[in-house]
């Protein structure tokens, strides 16, 4: 098991990225949690295409929790600031980059994906949208994050889901790397029926491309080769700024 805490922490090394200044940095109070995101809205008639990020640094090597999750890695980052749509967002994970009290080390350990986590990050995207047709993209963790924002909200505005790297079923998955069950997160009963496509590298060891297939129906899968679990994408950007 140290093993694979290893692997999740040295995927994550800490790298920097630089902000375009069309992008204002927005904190947003919801009934529960601060969220930190960067938004670029210019055009009230197009979708907002929202990015929410993945678990973070949730461990160190040893496999214990950190003090902090916000992220060290700069993928989804690096994505959402070069897309070139009207409308970008990158929406961050409670407790990340934001220094707020009502955090705890649950909400990136066993409570990831727990029901108060998830209605903060629902009301953050409801803030965000203003009711204008939401393309969600979550990475990593960030993709069940917004799967089951969509299953607790039916109503939001989704017109198209995207998934990179994206864990689908979080007790799959850490029986899968015999992780420890995430005890107070909950999982998705059923994949949402709204568009929907589904990105993995092949050589992905975080999540395996094997589970995606086995949750998610063929035609929304693509497989990258050679891709891992935050590199090798460039070449489908186009398929990820598609509205």
């Given amino acids: 098991m140290k093993k694979i805490f ?3 922490f040295l995927l994550c090394g800490c790298q920097t990225v630089t902000v375009p200044p069309s992008f204002i940095y927005k904190e947003i109070q919801t009934d529960s949690y601060q969220l930190a995101s960067w938004q670029k809205i210019t055009n009230s008639s197009q979708p907002v295409r929202i990015y929410i990020e993945g678990d973070g640094n949730a461990f160190n090597y040893a496999g214990q ?3 902090n999750p916000t992220p060290h890695g700069v993928f989804l980052r690096k994505i959402a600031f070069n897309d070139p749509n009207p409308n970008v ?3 961050a994970r409670p407790c990340q980059f934001v220094n707020d009290m ?3 080390e649950k909400d990136w350990t066993t409570g990831r994906f727990s029901p108060e986590i998830i209605a903060a990050v629902a009301q953050a995207v409801q ?3 203003k009711n204008q047709p939401v393309i969600l993209i979550g990475y990593s963790g960030g993709a069940l994050v917004s799967g089951l924002v969509m ?3 039916p109503d939001l505005p989704v017109k198209k889901w995207i998934t990179l790297a994206g864990v689908l079923n979080h007790g799959q998955w850490t029986e899968n790397l015999k992780l420890p069950p995430l005890t107070d997160s909950l999982d998705l009963k059923k994949l ?3 568009p929907q496509i589904h990105l993995i590298g092949d050589q ?3 999540i395996s491309w094997k589970l995606t297939e086995s949750l998610v129906d063929k035609k929304n899968l693509i497989v990258i080769p050679n891709a891992t679990h935050d590199n090798g994408y460039n070449t489908y950007l186009p398929v990820i700024y598609e509205n």
């Fill in 6 to 8: 290893l692997l999740l």
């Fill in 192 to 194: 949402p029926s709204v």
């Fill in 151 to 153: 299953e607790k909200n």
């Fill in 204 to 206: 992905d060891q975080v």
């Fill in 89 to 91: 967002v990158y929406l």
């Fill in 127 to 129: 803030d965000i949208s």
């Fill in 65 to 67: 929790p950190t003090a």
């Fill in 102 to 104: 009502k955090c705890s």
